[in-house]
């Protein structure tokens, strides 16, 4: 009995007091010994010189780490020594023996119990400073330990004067808090990012990319997302100097979403905590703010003699006891001013302290006077560098810089000023490459912004200074900086030197007179010498929204001039340089793109049937080669760079020497071709085309060695894969099929899509794995998902989720790694391979990519991994780095197509819509331009309808709104924010009561005469690109991209009848005058059809055209039905018998929009030629053809330099001129 009695009381444990006696000690001495930082189970072994499974059992009941109901006990000894390692006494009451009442084990929180917890931590530091040294400061750090670890503060602001040390104090806590937290993201506020454009990347952090949200999204409902993060897990966020938010605006003391984001972190539950540092106290802050509350703030001061006395021997300082103590008084331990002066005092006093301050050095009140001190100090080529910096905002090499620095100076002058500023401290140096800590830039740019508005101001126009100004020397913005930066530079340098002009001159007509008179003196004054002031002036302008019609820049050096987008009418630039400047591109929708072999070269393919070759580092357009007669879908180039192939709709494949820019051989196919690619011998060529068929040509002789009826539909992609044993393809008919190149069989038939397959891709080798040794392949489809396939077990790998229709584009990045995916909803993903395979949870994005307004149509990587390039529908091509993600450069393309063109109903003009985003009012007597209807955001404006009661026009546009204008002004009335996509259709009832809009997402909307939202009509599930009343305004009929047409009861807003058994897009729906049939055009390939209403049956098919039939038009007597189509021609109809009675020619490209004139005589119609036409149907002719004024219309480039001859071609299509 004895034996069992002494065994069951073998060993203790210890009771809930004994466990909670222990806990508070432990973070007592975390919080004075360890800055607040919890101890790690190895930290706690050291210190209790117990072993880790001894630890486990003390501190959670079991040797697993994980609290049990059931502890283990131990030595009595063992646990007497735990606690006088934390200098406790254990009582009687701390412990139990077994065989007692069971003690109350409490669960520990998961991250006291890790002893790797920083393992799965995640810091992305973004621009947060090395902080390896440091001085001091450990009173604060164990401060703001306790209130983030220990009190649970929600927000914390650090707050102190610029240069006393809050970047790196903060940096440093963030580093010795990680284990504590999940997540850590530092993010700089020096550049005032705009918050709706911060959150969607910090929500896609802290939510593990789980969470993507478009930057479009409302604020408020960005930072309630965010929210929800910080509630989920445990986040930091650190917000650096958010004193650049802080703005004076009349009342305001704060930008407004960053006064919310502050205000809601502050006041709203969760387990998170933002800290911010600022120059002065967030007001939203303090409201909330208090001692014992979960928000609080922390002045910070100046260093104490201990701690600057690190700092003093560090830099090598003397050790007088007074002179640093004169010296630490004078400038206040301001950390910054105190690393300057050690250097001046090194360099100019050998160290002497009190040499230095004999001196009279002065009194130190601002970190500004010390910046004075040291500016003035500067060498002139130190003082050029530090501005410099300034403007560029980001990290920069010695070498980058040299090119630009006018006058012009040697690389080793550059060289010896970068390393003179970083013996001053004035600048920051990390691996080759220098910046400028926060407050010495703003400091810079507030000192450049000053000169140059002074000097710009002042100009004196017969006497300009001999040597050049600062306007001259330096660019306000770099147009070939990466686009974030070119933005950031707009908003704190461009517009400030603006406001400033803007206020001092007042009237815009006296600024743009005395700009004139600028651009007049320089020419005349520095006539050899180049310079910035030409682009400059011209970015002002801009910027200034000055019309720059008549300007004259000749024989100016343009550098840094940003025209994209801009109209220049008249402008002379003869005999300028226009190197290093970027205009309008004649590119309209470009819908492929390939890199050569080298990543030297991009090719595009576009709508118009051009093939353009570019200098990918520059943007230089090299070269356009025309041929094609219709788009282009596809071009590749060859395995060894040499041949460029591209596919058309014009039923050929080009073959282009690239050396030589000239067409090399024409295949012709018997159908359009949708898709090419190259074996990887580059021997063989695989083509795909629009009725099924796969083709495989020998190159070398330009013939067909086989083909197949692969598909029942049209193909959309053909890829070989890596090996070249393999090829894929991806079809209309929603399959995708795996064929062998050597013997044709069909080896794989993937059916798990639903709707069409865009693309296919295989992945790159790189391993002996499926997906390393191209036996991956990725498909896209309609059907909204992107589906990785392992083809050695033809079994589906995952499928990615989140898109709501077209997978246009897809592409592996070299390694293989990687995998981007565009679509309709204006965004670029970009997936980790391996995360996805290994993960057992829903696929996620990485990444995303905001910035196209419309479909994203193409995307490619570079074959050194370096880019990734993506082109939309919004005639925009972007450029991206794979490291960050940011947007380095974007090509702006300009085409002019006429989407819609229509009668009012007078019949005395013609309203129409472009793709310049303006819609325009023409004379149709005298062929004038009456009213341009300037509002919505440049790009296509899809649709325009007449109101014929209230005088009204309704614009449908891709920027997502539809605009309600007054006919006899031109003032915009009103704004529908429709959509989160492209607003395709719009049209007024009958009555004039209601309008109609449809969207790219597939709904219709009804809005009432005073804008509001009447109802949401659901049922086509994508773009819905035509709406029609019918005469009386009883019934509505909507025609969709979802391949089907829908008739709608107005008053109710039911269904009445779906048509849903079509093989191609429908685009256009017409009533008939008397309401009884309805015209679809499409549908059935390159057919009309006409629809007895109430019946809804099929009465008769007008077949003629060659393509797609894009617009259908009744007469208004109802005798004839009129056709537009892609194949470039017009058809006019007898509606009784289905015969063509004529057929207009005369467009040179699609025709979009049909109208007929009121009396029926005459009909106008509108094109992707950029042309109104306007027929007599009495005679078949053309009378008169509207054309809307180029953006280049008439600017001069005589003996322009800079610029390639293609460049130069180009500018001449968008209409400059150039005398020969």
């Known amino acids: 009995?004895?034996?069992?009695?002494?065994?069951?009381?073998?060993?203790?444990?210890?009771?809930?007091?004994?466990?909670?006696?222990?806990?508070?000690?432990?973070?007592?001495?975390?919080?004075?010994?360890?800055?607040?930082?919890?101890?790690?189970?190895?930290?706690?072994?050291?210190?209790?010189?117990?072993?880790?499974?001894?630890?486990?059992?003390?501190?959670?009941?079991?040797?697993?780490?994980?609290?049990?109901?059931?502890?283990?006990?131990?030595?009595?000894?063992?646990?007497?020594?735990?606690?006088?390692?934390?200098?406790?006494?254990?009582?009687?009451?701390?412990?139990?023996?077994?065989?007692?009442?069971?003690?109350?084990?409490?669960?520990?929180?998961?991250?006291?119990?890790?002893?790797?917890?920083?393992?799965?931590?995640?810091?992305?530091?973004?621009?947060?400073p090395d902080v390896s040294i440091f001085y001091g400061r450990a009173g604060e750090l164990a401060r703001l330990a306790q209130w983030i670890n220990i009190d649970r503060c929600r927000l914390v602001a650090i707050l102190g004067m610029g240069g006393i040390g809050k970047t790196t104090l903060v940096t440093k806590l963030a580093q010795q808090l990680q284990p504590e937290f999940t997540t850590i993201v530092w993010r700089s506020l020096r550049n005032a990012p705009v918050l709706t454009d911060l959150l969607p990347e910090l929500i896609e952090i802290f939510s593990n990319k789980a969470e993507i949200v478009s930057p479009a999204i409302d604020l408020s409902a960005q930072i309630t997302r965010l929210l929800e993060c910080f509630r989920q897990q445990r986040c930091l966020l650190i917000l650096d100097n958010a004193e650049a938010v802080i703005q004076n605006r009349d009342d305001e003391r704060i930008d407004p979403g960053y006064a919310e984001l502050f205000g809601r972190i502050g006041a709203s539950p969760h387990q998170s905590c933002l800290l911010v540092t600022s120059r002065e106290k967030p007001v939203a802050m303090i409201p909330l703010e208090g001692a014992q509350l979960a928000v609080r703030s922390l002045v910070l001061s100046g260093l104490t003699a201990s701690d600057s006395d690190l700092l003093f021997d560090a830099k090598g300082l003397s050790r007088s006891l007074v002179g640093r103590a004169r010296l630490l008084s004078l400038y206040s331990g301001n950390p910054l001013a105190l690393n300057i002066v050690s250097t001046s005092i090194c360099d100019l006093f050998d160290g002497d302290i009190d040499g230095f301050l004999d001196t009279d050095a002065g009194i130190?009140?601002?970190?500004?006077?010390?910046?004075?001190?040291?500016?003035?100090?500067?060498?002139?080529?130190?003082t050029v560098v530090m501005y410099w910096l300034a403007i560029e905002r980001e990290w920069l090499s010695p070498a980058d810089l040299a090119g630009d620095i006018v006058p012009a100076t040697t690389k080793q002058t550059v060289l010896t000023a970068?390393?003179?500023?970083?013996?001053?401290?004035l600048i920051e140096h990390n691996r080759g490459k220098f910046t400028q800590q926060a407050v010495v830039m703003?400091?810079?740019?507030?000192?450049?912004?000053?000169?140059?508005?002074?000097?710009?101001?002042?100009?004196?126009?017969?006497?300009?200074?001999?040597?050049?100004?600062?306007?001259?020397?330096?660019?306000?913005?770099?147009?070939?900086?990466?686009?974030?930066?070119?933005?950031?530079?707009?908003?704190?340098?461009?517009?400030?030197?603006?406001?400033?002009?803007?206020?001092?001159?007042?009237?815009?007509?006296?600024?743009?007179?005395?700009?004139?008179?600028?651009?007049?003196?320089?020419?005349?004054?520095?006539?050899?010498?180049?310079?910035?002031?030409?682009?400059?002036?011209?970015?002002?302008?801009?910027?200034?929204?000055?019309?720059?019609?008549?300007?004259?820049?000749?024989?100016?050096?343009?550098?840094?001039?940003?025209?994209?987008?801009?109209?220049?009418?008249?402008?002379?630039?003869?005999?300028?340089?226009?190197?290093?400047?970027?205009?309008?591109?004649?590119?309209?929708?470009?819908?492929?793109?390939?890199?050569?072999?080298?990543?030297?070269?991009?090719?595009?393919?576009?709508?118009?049937?051009?093939?353009?070759?570019?200098?990918?580092?520059?943007?230089?357009?090299?070269?356009?080669?025309?041929?094609?007669?219709?788009?282009?879908?596809?071009?590749?180039?060859?395995?060894?760079?040499?041949?460029?192939?591209?596919?058309?709709?014009?039923?050929?494949?080009?073959?282009?020497?690239?050396?030589?820019?000239?067409?090399?051989?024409?295949?012709?196919?018997?159908?359009?071709?949708?898709?090419?690619?190259?074996?990887?011998?580059?021997?063989?060529?695989?083509?795909?085309?629009?009725?099924?068929?796969?083709?495989?040509?020998?190159?070398?002789?330009?013939?067909?060695?086989?083909?197949?009826?692969?598909?029942?539909?049209?193909?959309?992609?053909?890829?070989?894969?890596?090996?070249?044993?393999?090829?894929?393809?991806?079809?209309?008919?929603?399959?995708?099929?795996?064929?062998?190149?050597?013997?044709?069989?069909?080896?794989?038939?993937?059916?798990?899509?639903?709707?069409?397959?865009?693309?296919?891709?295989?992945?790159?080798?790189?391993?002996?794995?499926?997906?390393?040794?191209?036996?991956?392949?990725a498909t896209g489809s309609s059907d909204g998902t992107i589906k990785l396939w392992d083809l050695t077990t033809v079994a589906i790998v995952a499928t990615l989720p989140g898109y709501p229709d077209w997978m246009m584009s897809i592409d592996f990045s070299p390694d293989g790694r990687l995998l981007a995916t565009g679509n309709s909803t204006n965004d670029v993903k970009i997936w980790e391979i391996d995360r996805i395979r290994a993960n057992d949870a829903p696929p996620t994005a990485i990444a995303t990519l905001h910035g196209h307004t419309s479909l994203v149509s193409l995307l490619k990587f570079s074959p050194d991994g370096k880019l990734l390039v993506t082109g939309g529908v919004d005639r925009s091509i972007r450029w991206w780095s794979t490291t960050t993600w940011q947007e380095l450069s974007r090509w702006v393309g300009y085409t002019n197509r006429i989407q819609s063109a229509i009668f009012t109903p007078d019949g005395t003009q013609i309203v129409s819509s472009s793709q310049d985003g303006i819609v325009r009012v023409w004379d149709v007597r005298t062929g004038d331009l009456v009213r341009s209807l300037r509002g919505h955001d440049p790009g296509l404006i899809l649709m325009v309808a007449y109101n014929p009661h209230s005088g009204s026009i309704a614009s449908a546009s891709e920027d997502r709104t539809v605009k309600i204008w007054d006919a006899a002004t031109g003032d915009l009335v009103r704004t529908l924010a429709a959509d989160r996509q492209a607003v395709w259709s719009v049209k007024f009832s009958p009555d004039g009561k209601l309008l109609a809009s449809g969207c790219g997402e597939g709904r219709v909307r009804f809005w009432t005469e005073t804008g509001e939202l009447a109802a949401t009509l659901l049922g086509h599930s994508r773009v819905v690109r035509s709406i029609v009343f019918s005469p009386e305004g009883q019934l509505m009929a909507t025609a969709s991209f979802d391949l089907s047409w829908r008739l709608w009861d107005v008053k109710t807003r039911e269904l009445i009848h779906a048509q849903t058994d079509y093989s191609n897009l429908i685009w256009d729906l017409a009533f008939s005058p008397n309401g009884?049939?309805?015209?679809?055009?499409?549908?059935?390939?390159?057919?009309?059809?006409?629809?007895?209403?109430?019946?809804?049956?099929?009465?008769?098919?007008?077949?003629?055209?060659?393509?797609?039939?894009?617009?259908?038009?009744?007469?208004?007597?109802?005798?004839?039905?009129?056709?537009?189509?892609?194949?470039?021609?017009?058809?006019?109809?007898?509606?009784?018998?289905?015969?063509?009675?004529?057929?207009?020619?005369?467009?040179?490209?699609?025709?979009?929009?049909?109208?007929?004139?009121?009396?029926?005589?005459?009909?106008?119609?509108?094109?992707?030629?950029?042309?109104?036409?306007?027929?007599?149907?009495?005679?078949?002719?053309?009378q008169r053809a509207y054309t809307a004024p180029a953006p280049y219309l008439s600017m001069n480039i005589s003996g322009v330099t800079g610029l390639s001859a293609a460049a130069i071609d180009s500018l001449k299509m968008l209409g400059a001129i150039c005398a020969s």
């Open 364 to 382: 130190f009140e601002d970190i500004c006077q010390l910046l004075d001190q040291q500016f003035a100090r500067l060498s002139p080529i130190e």
């Open 418 to 425: 970068f390393s003179s500023l970083g013996r001053r401290s």
């Open 1076 to 1182: 009884r049939f309805l015209a679809v055009g499409a549908g059935v390939a390159n057919v009309a059809q006409l629809w007895d209403v109430p019946a809804c049956q099929l009465v008769r098919e007008f077949a003629g055209h060659t393509q797609d039939i894009l617009a259908i038009e009744f007469s208004p007597d109802g005798r004839y039905l009129a056709t537009g189509s892609a194949d470039r021609t017009i058809k006019i109809w007898e509606v009784e018998t289905g015969t063509v009675l004529q057929t207009l020619i005369g467009h040179l490209d699609r025709v979009n929009s049909l109208s007929y004139s009121p009396d029926g005589r005459i009909i106008v119609s509108g094109s992707d030629d950029e042309t109104i036409k306007v027929w007599d149907l009495a005679t078949g002719e053309c």
């Open 442 to 777: 703003e400091y810079v740019t507030a000192k450049f912004i000053d000169r140059v508005t002074a000097e710009l101001s002042n100009w004196d126009m017969q006497q300009p200074p001999p040597t050049l100004p600062l306007w001259l020397s330096h660019p306000l913005v770099k147009s070939q900086s990466p686009t974030y930066i070119q933005a950031i530079q707009k908003r704190l340098i461009l517009q400030p030197v603006a406001s400033q002009l803007k206020l001092q001159f007042r009237q815009i007509s006296a600024l743009d007179g005395y700009m004139r008179s600028i651009l007049a003196s320089i020419r005349t004054c520095y006539p050899d010498i180049p310079h910035y002031g030409g682009g400059n002036l011209l970015n002002l302008l801009r910027h200034l929204q000055i019309e720059l019609t008549s300007y004259n820049f000749a024989g100016l050096t343009m550098w840094q001039a940003d025209m994209q987008g801009a109209t220049l009418h008249d402008v002379n630039f003869s005999d300028a340089d226009l190197s290093k400047s970027l205009f309008t591109n004649t590119f309209g929708w470009v819908w492929a793109i390939d890199f050569s072999p080298d990543s030297q070269l991009a090719a595009t393919g576009e709508t118009s049937g051009d093939i353009r070759l570019w200098q990918v580092g520059s943007g230089e357009l090299l070269h356009k080669s025309s041929g094609h007669t219709s788009w282009v879908w596809a071009v590749r180039f060859s395995p060894d760079g040499r041949v460029l192939a591209s596919a058309s709709q014009d039923g050929t494949i080009r073959l282009w020497d690239v050396r030589a820019n000239r067409l090399m051989r024409v295949l012709q196919a018997s159908r359009p071709v949708l898709s090419l690619d190259f074996h990887p011998d580059g021997q063989l060529l695989a083509t795909s085309d629009d009725a099924g068929a796969m083709s495989i040509w020998d190159i070398a002789s330009g013939t067909i060695e086989s083909t197949c009826a692969a598909h029942l539909q049209q193909v959309f992609s053909v890829r070989f894969s890596p090996d070249g044993r393999l090829i894929a393809t991806g079809s209309d008919d929603n399959t995708v099929k795996i064929w062998d190149v050597a013997t044709g069989d069909l080896c794989g038939r993937l059916t798990e899509h639903t709707r069409q397959v865009w693309t296919v891709r295989f992945s790159p080798v790189r391993g002996a794995s499926p997906e390393e040794n191209g036996q991956l392949l």
């Open 1 to 128: 009995m004895a034996a069992r009695k002494n065994s069951r009381r073998r060993g203790v444990i210890l009771t809930a007091t004994g466990y909670q006696k222990l806990q508070t000690a432990r973070l007592e001495r975390e919080l004075t010994a360890n800055f607040g930082v919890r101890y790690t189970n190895e930290e706690l072994s050291n210190l209790t010189k117990l072993s880790l499974m001894t630890l486990a059992k003390i501190f959670t009941g079991a040797p697993d780490g994980i609290a049990t109901t059931k502890p283990i006990p131990v030595d009595k000894q063992t646990i007497d020594l735990c606690f006088s390692a934390f200098n406790l006494t254990l009582d009687r009451a701390d412990y139990l023996y077994p065989d007692e009442s069971a003690p109350i084990v409490p669960v520990v929180e998961p991250a006291i119990l890790s002893s790797h917890s920083d393992c799965r931590s995640t810091f992305d530091r973004g621009e947060a």
